[in-house]
């Protein structure tokens, strides 16, 4: 049975760093397309970052230089590192799996919390 | 980036009635549009992809059409476990985007 199970997140102050991550079972995360989705309080889903299986990382330009996406094969999960957090990062982060095409999110985890406040 | 708009953002309707949630792109983005719904406090759930495309497990009252710039998203008989908000997203190019979104309740 795919799973993914996203912790680490919190409150932080702005400007303090974070690192979230999304353990995978039933599927092997280094040769999946993995995706980094938030959705702030009340809002709409905004798509954060990508790692495709080859290794290529693409980011939005809301977080592009201060969040990096990565993977560990040995433990099967995808982490997000936050830096120079702000209170706009406030948001569920979600990790997600596309099984084929980069794009088609089919599996979503069930999201981790994070609060940037002081 | 693509921007994309969808309407109406709530919507109030019937057990049993038709639904439609429109979805426009700002450029031609072909049929990479995918539909998730999403229960409060759950993770979006995805219902169609590539425009027209049921995914695997979701019923089939649920269908999807549109190819460019003009989507369209139909409920073919309201049923009360459908109440949630609905997003279109393209995947086109990055960043994938989505439409802010449609709640859908019971009249």
């Known amino acids: 049975e795919v799973q993914l199970v996203e912790t680490g997140g919190g409150l932080i102050q702005p400007g303090g760093s974070l690192r979230l991550s999304c353990a995978a079972s039933?599927?092997?995360?280094?040769?999946?397309?993995m995706s980094w989705v938030r959705q702030a309080p009340g809002k709409g889903l905004e798509w954060v970052s990508v790692i495709y299986s080859g290794g290529s990382t693409y980011y939005a330009d809301s977080v592009k230089g201060r969040f990096t996406i990565s993977r560990d094969n040995s433990k099967n999960t995808l982490y997000l590192q936050m830096n120079s957090l702000r209170a706009e990062d406030t948001a569920v982060y979600y990790c997600?799996?596309?099984?084929?095409?980069?794009?088609?999110?089919?599996?979503w985890g069930q999201g981790t919390l994070v609060t940037v406040s002081s | 980036d693509i921007q994309m708009t969808q309407s109406p953002s709530s919507l109030s309707a019937s057990v049993g009635d038709r639904v439609t949630i429109t979805c426009q792109a700002s450029?031609?983005?072909?049929?990479?549009l995918n539909w998730y719904q999403q229960k409060p406090g759950k993770a979006p759930k995805l219902l169609i992809y590539d425009a027209s495309n049921l995914e695997t497990g979701v019923p089939s009252r649920f269908s999807g059409s549109g190819s460019g710039t003009d989507f369209t998203f139909t409920i073919s008989s309201l049923q009360p476990e459908d109440i949630a908000t609905y997003y279109c997203q393209q995947y086109d190019n990055l960043p994938n985007t989505f439409g802010q979104g449609t709640k859908l309740e019971i009249k």
């Open positions: 039933g599927f092997t995360v280094s040769s999946n397309y």
């Open positions: 997600a799996r596309a099984i084929a095409v980069a794009g088609i999110w089919n599996y």
């Open positions: 450029q031609d983005i072909s049929n990479y």
